[in-house]
């Protein structure tokens, strides 16, 4: 199995062009209640860790003086830097969650958005809170897809839960409320919720799916088997050439762990 720091590294372009962005409501509660005041506040500064192809990196970059993107996997940080390279405040940092690299007492918020549940939480833990100054706060993000409410839905699950393991595994891991309550214990956190939402045609539903790191790219074993079956259930289920996908995005906002 490839380590996490590599895993998307033959995604990239699917991840680009399909993944989803994130409610612009999550993005307002982090401007008020983690970096207060007119924004960009001289000598703010944001660390997104495990930031990949730069997608919540973009929302940051208006919040903050500077952004430091930091994030370990070659190809997916060369993509936020084409994507980002001419923006105000944006750094690239090629560095792990469990050894940024970054000065101590730094920055005065760090994100990790569809990223945490890579990290060692123990190591990255005692990271956040170093690079934080004090008062800092640290924000944990994900679009959950949601997995029913429409016979669409219904069938995208049932497909990937029939033709990849490994996605079984990965929905029996998902990062609970307990995971996130000791990351932060003793500290305080608050849960924030928005619906989020995608739209696709079949190209784009092939795109987003295979986005995933546990999906076949072509050539790999099941490849063609299950984009057919992609196909299918998007013919059987699309109104207007679209299909829709669903997520409930969680905000998990709060304050560092200090040992």
């Known amino acids: ?54 997608i919540f990196t973009t929302l940051l970059l208006p919040l903050a003086a500077r952004v430091y993107a930091v994030e370990p996997n070659a190809e997916m940080r060369a993509a936020a830097e084409q994507r980002l390279s001419g923006a105000s405040g944006f750094v690239s940092v090629a560095a792990t969650a469990e ?11 760090v994100t990790a958005a569809q990223a945490f549940h890579w990290f060692d939480p123990i190591a990255c833990r005692r990271e956040f809170a170093r690079i934080l100054k004090p008062g800092g706060r ?16 219904v069938d995208y699950e049932k497909l990937l839960l029939q033709h990849i393991a490994e996605h079984r595994k990965t929905r029996q891991s998902d990062f609970s409320p307990a995971h996130i309550a000791a990351f932060f214990e003793p500290a305080y956190f608050e849960t ?5 939402e995608q739209h696709f ?43 829709t996908l669903r997520y409930q995005t969680r905000l998990y906002l709060g304050a560092p762990h200090h040992a």
Do not use: C, K
């Not at 050894?99 to 918020?109: E, G, I, R």
């Open 1 to 54: 199995m490839l380590p996490s720091t590599e895993r998307f590294s033959d995604r990239v372009d699917n991840y680009v062009r399909y993944r989803p962005s994130y409610p612009t409501a999550l993005i307002d509660v982090l401007r008020e209640r983690a970096l207060p005041g007119p924004a960009p506040r001289t000598g703010s500064a944001i660390a997104d860790i495990g930031s990949g192809t730069g």
């Open 138 to 153: 640290i924000a944990l993000i994900w679009n959950q897809r949601i997995v029913g409410g429409t016979p669409f839905l």
């Open 99 to 109: 050894a940024t690299t970054l000065p101590d007492a730094s920055v005065d918020l």
């Open 201 to 243: 045609d079949l190209p784009g539903l092939i795109g987003r799916t295979l986005s995933s790191s546990y999906a076949p790219n072509p050539g790999q074993p099941g490849h063609d088997v299950f984009v057919a079956e992609l196909q299918r259930i998007f013919q059987q289920h699309a109104r207007d050439d679209r299909v």
């Open 192 to 196: 924030i919720e928005a619906p989020n």
